[in-house]
């Protein structure tokens, strides 16, 4: 072969390959082959994809190259690969149209080359059948030259004179193997490229249904935390009183509580460890546990205990709550209290203008069953402030690193002694996150603010 | 927060430096899991670098302990900054857990006794 024969060989090569990747374009991006993909076959999509794959076949006989004693065809390809990517009813509508074609272009081998095209399409379709997906891209290529193969095998039993048809044959194998085996390599690469861009696309929107939902579920989640505090401060304690909750995510493991008990008012101001969802869970436990547990008669001392023994009985999680337990008197101006763990509330005596803390009597509930827990008392004068708090408050950090603390706490809570709790209450929030300016709130802020 | 690992005597030992709060305690308890697997009863936990434990971090500490007391084992602690050292305090936390000044001390006291 000359020069100029393989040149132009070449370009009709380069064409046709530019062909098979323009049809294998159009053909993955039509409605029509996506519904199939999808399952949703009928009588409209299924025709439509049986004339494209059969016009393929039909151009692949037209194309022809006339190499050596052979004409080189990739007829083959568009039944084989409309019946892998589609199913046998397709790859065989391509394969007898592709077949026909051939037929009426005659020649000795017309019979075995028609009936490769046909064979072409059920072979597809059968492995279409068996994987319901389109095959790797090494796999598909190695079928199209194998069928090659066996295409020659046909025409050698079927075609006459034998001898003609080895010659062919021989001259034929190796190039019509190369030609289908690289068309399709194109046609297969675009097709898993596609599917597999539209199972990504399918995931993302999947993940993303996800989320949707999951942050449906935590705003609803959200409501019924906020539903489980107090509407409103009670107004007729005798004492003046504030609080905030606050959580780090959407839901948080802080929680507050008031709880008329006798004649008397309980306090409540907790932390559950952790954060989230998980600590939004036990918070719901922790509260009604311990409201459940405050039955009249009982002192506050056994009602930790007993809050206590049932969190540490159920919590096999190892979950537990810090919490403060104060019980207000409005005829005696007294607060009697429990603490389990939390972090000891400020006290602020404005007779002497001195912080002291009611530190822990007792350790955080839910960690061990018979844990025992000590009662105090403290008057709260006109003036004093109890200022209640969770960690959010004083571990809030600063741009270097510092934490709030427990003296900027004290220095808010000096300065502005002479206002009201929510006065107060304002005063050490605007602290704080003057203070963390730039950092994203960490952890879940509650604080509760008594005047007496 | 950074955690080494170190085997002395079939004993896993965790030098965790840095902040134990709620994100970084997830690393804490891979790794202490990574550890059980050994399958060894005792493990120590060297807090010298740590600087602030968030109640997640002490739940971490507490599953710890559950699991290896299960296998008739314990989880110790050695050297409490003094922050950390007020929260194992205020919570009750320090109660439940062996304790050691230092790591020296804990691995004679510890070894000593297995």
């Known amino acids: ?70 004409v080189i065809s990739v007829r083959d390809l568009g039944p084989l690969a409309g019946g892998m990517a589609c199913g046998p009813i397709i790859g065989l509508g391509a394969g007898l149209i592709g077949g026909a ?10 019979d075995a080359c028609s009936l490769a095209a046909v064979l072409a399409g059920l072979a597809g379709g059968l492995i279409y059948l068996k994987t319901r997906r389109f095959p790797a891209i090494a796999f598909s290529v190695a079928l199209a030259a194998l069928f090659e193969l066996f295409h020659m095998a046909l025409a050698l039993a079927l075609s006459r ?15 019509m193997m190369l030609a289908n085996a690289g068309g399709m390599l194109v046609f297969a690469y675009i097709v ?3 599917i597999a861009e539209r199972e990504n696309k399918a995931e993302r929107e999947r993940i993303q249904r996800e989320l949707d939902r999951e942050q449906a579920e935590l705003a609803v989640a959200a409501d019924i935390q906020k539903s489980f505090l107090p509407d409103a401060v009670p ?22 509580d008031f709880i008329p008990w006798e004649d008397r008012l309980g306090l409540v101001v907790a932390d559950v460890s952790g954060k989230g969802v998980p600590a939004a869970i036990f918070t719901g436990l922790a509260k009604t546990i311990l409201r459940a547990s405050m039955a009249p008669g009982k002192d506050i001392a056994e009602v930790l ?24 008197d409005q005829k005696n101006r007294t607060l009697t209290y429990a603490n389990a763990g939390h972090f000891p509330p400020l006290l602020f005596r404005a007779k002497e203008s001195a912080f002291s803390k009611l530190e822990v009597t007792g350790v955080a509930l839910g960690m061990a069953a018979g844990m025992e827990y000590q009662v105090r008392q403290i008057s709260l004068n006109p003036g004093d402030i109890l200022v209640l708090y969770t960690d959010g408050i004083t571990d809030a950090e600063g741009a270097g690193g510092e934490m709030f603390g427990l003296d900027r706490l004290a220095s808010a809570v000096a300065s502005s002694n002479h206002l009201s709790s929510q006065e107060i209450l304002d005063r050490i929030l605007k602290e704080v996150f003057a203070f963390s300016a730039d950092q994203e709130q960490f952890d879940d802020i509650t604080a509760m603010v008594i005047k007496g | 927060m950074e955690i ?111």
């Not at chain 1, 205990?305 to 207000?328: E, K, P, Q, Y």
Request: hydrophobic fraction near 45%; glycine fraction near 6%.
């Open chain 1, 1 to 70: 072969m000359d020069a100029y024969s393989i040149v132009s060989h070449s370009l009709v090569l380069l064409q046709a390959t530019c062909v098979i990747l323009v049809s294998a374009y159009l053909i993955t991006r039509s409605r029509y082959f996506v519904e199939v993909l999808d399952g949703h076959r009928t009588w409209e999509n299924q025709l439509a994809l049986i004339l494209f794959f059969g016009a393929i076949s039909v151009y692949g006989s037209v194309i022809g190259i006339s190499y050596s004693d052979a």
């Open chain 1, 101 to 110: 074609v051939r037929m009426t272009m005659g020649g000795f081998t017309a």
């Open chain 1, 161 to 175: 004179p034998f001898s003609v048809a080895l010659d062919v044959a021989e001259a034929g194998v190796v190039p």
């Open chain 1, 192 to 194: 898993s490229n596609f």
């Open chain 1, 235 to 256: 107004a007729d304690s005798g004492f003046d009183l504030a609080t905030v909750s606050m959580p780090a995510r959407v839901v948080g493991g802080d929680f507050y």
């Open chain 1, 305 to 328: 205990r007993d809050t206590n023994n049932i969190i540490a009985d159920n919590s096999r999680s190892m979950m537990f709550v810090t919490l403060f337990l104060g019980c207000l």
């Open chain 2, 4 to 114: 080494n690992k170190i085997i002395i005597y079939d004993t896993p030992i965790l030098n965790v430096s840095g902040k134990i709060d709620a994100v970084t305690s997830k690393q804490l308890e891979s790794a202490i899991d990574e550890l059980l697997k050994l399958d060894a009863k005792m493990m120590l936990l060297d807090l010298r670098e740590v600087e602030y434990v968030s109640s997640s971090g002490l739940r971490v500490l507490m599953v710890a302990k559950e699991k290896l007391r299960q296998r008739h084992g314990d989880l110790r602690l050695a050297s409490l900054q003094p922050l950390v050292r007020e929260v194992f305090e205020i919570t009750g936390l320090k109660q439940f857990f062996s304790i050691y000044p230092s790591q020296g001390e804990a691995l004679k006291d510890m070894l000593h006794k297995s």
